[in-house]
């Protein structure tokens, strides 16, 4: 069966610290795997990662996928108190399969 | 440029009913994607519309349907409520695919079914 597993499930960490979100999948037909960031509304769209090795990066954020051990990482560097969210993962095969996610809280 | 818009953004309805939500995606964006979350399963993939075409359908029963109409609006319809339907169902619109393009999401249309 397809699945998503994010790690960890929640984080607390203080603003400046670095932070890294897993992801790992296991999924027919990959397509691409996509991150997003939700606070208290709908998700927002932070990168999409189709190749392996290839990092994306803005601003503070990078990710990076690795399709031959199947999984994603999301960093955040310099964490402010605005980055405290739930960032989800997502793999598209098909359909679009969703993580759980990772709640990260960023105290001053 | 205007984001999704999702009508209604609350509803309530009981046991049996149905319902139909909206989505109107960005101006000259041709997928549309529905979505359910919910506390306990996350968000869950319902089914992609791309030029009036249902092009992926995520695992959910046939009281779940959807249809997009040429200007790229689409419509979600639950027939039959149960309790368990209550969620928050979002859409998102892409100008590909939803695979393959950046995914803009509305904000919801909040069901309680009680």
């Known amino acids: 069966e397809d699945k998503v597993v994010q790690s960890p499930l929640s984080l607390v960490v203080h603003e400046g610290d670095t932070v890294t979100l897993n992801c790992s999948y296991e999924v027919t037909n990959f397509r691409s795997l996509l991150w997003y960031k939700q606070e208290k509304k709908a998700p927002t769209f932070l990168f999409m990662l189709?190749?392996?090795?290839i990092e994306k990066k803005s601003g503070r954020l990078s990710s990076i996928l690795d399709k031959k051990e199947l999984f994603s990482i999301l960093n955040i560097t310099a964490t402010q108190t605005g980055d405290s969210a739930v960032y989800l993962c997502a793999v598209n095969n098909n359909d679009m399969r969703f993580g759980a996610g990772t709640r990260l809280t960023v105290k001053p | 440029k205007a984001g999704v818009t999702q009508t209604p953004r609350y509803l309530i309805k009981t046991r049996g009913q149905q319902v139909t939500l909206s989505c109107s995606p960005i101006?000259?964006?041709?997928?549309v994607s529905w979505y359910q979350q919910t506390p306990g399963q996350g968000l869950q993939f319902l089914f992609e519309?791309?030029?009036?075409?249902?092009?992926n359908k995520g695992n959910f029963p046939g009281r779940f349907s959807g249809r997009q109409f040429s200007n790229s609006r689409s419509e979600m319809n639950v027939s039959t409520l149960e309790l368990g339907d209550s969620a928050l169902y979002l859409c998102?619109?892409?100008?590909?695919?939803?695979?393959?393009?950046?995914?803009?999401f509305g904000p919801g249309t909040r069901l309680t079914v009680l």
């Open positions: 998102a619109s892409s100008l590909k695919l939803a695979g393959g393009d950046e995914q803009f």
């Open positions: 519309y791309f030029s009036e075409t249902q092009r």
């Open positions: 101006s000259g964006h041709r997928s």
């Open positions: 189709t190749s392996s090795g």
